[in-house]
């Protein structure tokens, strides 16, 4: 299930350089030495504020697969304590507070979610499934106080970033002891596991150094910290969020095709970053596609690409075949080629409308129906004029019936007016 090109130890380090994988990183000489001679524990957190991961985790994940391919040992670390805490990094208000059932549920679901990309049977470097609820829990307020928190002083926390962001809008006591016990974490895991490196997004760099301060404090062992940038796009817009809101990793919340469709809109400027980020094609692979993307940005080769790869990891081949056989019937209105399933997940985005009643239809009624048109007059001249197709078949003649011969799956009609309005009505 591990797949991916396998980088030595040696060539690691190099291959996160030339992918932009390394924002910040601490002792980068000690660290690089040590990742070339001996096999390394690492571990990255994921705190469950949902019942999925969205794709602005894949980065670090996919950095887990990559020191797991080079001989390394990854830790996935489920939040079970802290996602009943609250992480104030990158945010600028409190977060809400969900139940200790609702965390339970939702961190059970993101370690189902982790094991789908690390291999945890892997002779020699199995990967490890952890949750920080398992030493935070027991931990008692005085053991607390005195043991960890003494550890810090409130001048060294107020001059962190994720804290010092937030004192003009205020921050709780609860998410102001989010760094102790991620540095507690980070603790644990090098007494427990021999971890000696967090990884994690550049707004945990904080949280990251907290912990190497708090395990040279406690007498722990030698440890590292290693920060990957935050995703940016060059428009200015958020990474990971479509028209539809956040594409997640769960195929129930964010189709295949939806999935693949994000992946396959990927503007110019950011395909080749995102290749090196997202994919594990190797470098002369993905200069190719660069070159391709100079000399023939029409033919968007680069982002079928991206897509492809990115969908296969994440859902796996099969994903890829069907996001494929979509968007394809969606570009040639082919819509007979797809199953129901298929044709309700290439559909379900689309305006729908449910129509009972009589059987059939005139294409001029069901254009006023759905809201493709605002009158019958408009109605008859775009189909006149050639702009309006039922299942993929221009019409031309506005009485035209509509029975159950057009029915697709027996339910479905698909009408599109111009080159993009597509309008779903489901008969029931």
């Keep these: 299930m591990l797949s991916g090109t396998v980088q030595s130890s040696k060539d690691l380090v190099n291959d996160l350089e030339y992918r932009g994988l390394i924002h910040q990183l601490t002792d980068t ?53 802290t996602g009943l805490i609250g992480d104030p990094s990158g945010r600028s208000s409190e977060r809400s507070l969900n139940t200790a059932d609702t965390v339970a549920s939702w961190t ?41 928190g003494k550890n810090f002083t409130v ?31 980070f603790y ?27 395990i040279g404090k406690m007498g722990g062992g030698d440890a590292y910290g290693m920060t990957m940038p935050l995703v940016t796009k060059s428009d200015g817009k958020k990474f990971g969020k479509s028209e539809t ?15 693949y469709q994000f992946w396959i809109n990927t503007d110019d400027n950011d395909v080749v970053k995102f290749l090196k980020y997202f994919t594990f094609l190797s470098q002369a692979e993905i200069e190719a596609l660069e070159n391709e993307l100079k000399q023939q940005p029409e033919r968007r080769v680069a982002q079928r690409e991206l897509a492809r790869e990115v969908t296969k990891i994440v859902h796996g081949e099969e994903a890829v075949v069907t996001a494929e ?18 044709l309700v997940e290439a559909l379900q985005d689309m305006p729908t409308t449910v129509c009972t009643g009589e059987e059939d239809r005139s294409l001029i009624n069901l254009m006023i129906e759905v809201g493709a048109a605002p009158s019958r007059r408009q109605a008859r001249q775009d189909i006149e004029s050639g702009a309006v197709s039922v299942n993929g078949q221009k019409l031309t003649n506005g009485e035209t019936v509509l029975g159950p011969d057009q029915k697709l799956c027996g339910k479905y009609i698909v009408l599109r007016r111009g080159k993009k309005n597509y309008f779903l009505a489901r008969f029931e």
């Design 155 to 185: 001048n060294y926390m107020l001059a962190k970033d994720s804290v010092d962001s937030r004192l003009s809008n205020g921050i709780s006591f609860t998410e102001f002891s989010y760094m102790i016990l991620q540095a507690y974490d």
């Design 325 to 342: 056989k979509i968007t394809q019937a969606l570009f040639s209105g082919e819509f007979m080629s797809l199953s129901e399933a298929e």
């Design 29 to 81: 000489e000690n660290l690089r030495k040590k990742l070339e001679s001996e096999r390394v524990t690492l571990y990255c957190g994921f705190d469950p504020t949902a019942d999925s991961l969205h794709i602005g985790s894949l980065l670090p994940i996919l950095c887990l697969r990559r020191f797991q391919l080079a001989g390394h040992i990854p830790l996935a670390l489920v939040g079970g304590g």
């Design 245 to 259: 809101g956040a594409i997640w990793l769960d195929r129930n919340k964010t189709s295949v095709y939806q999935f």
């Design 188 to 214: 644990k895991l090098n007494q427990e596991h021999n971890c000696s490196l967090q990884v994690g997004g550049s707004d945990q760099w904080g949280n990251i150094t907290a912990g190497l301060e708090l």
């Design 108 to 148: 059970n679901s993101l370690k189902a979610q982790l094991s789908a990309f690390l291999d945890f049977n892997l002779e020699g470097n199995p990967a490890k499934l952890v949750s920080n609820y398992d030493w935070i829990a027991p931990l008692d307020v005085i053991t607390f106080l005195r043991d960890i």
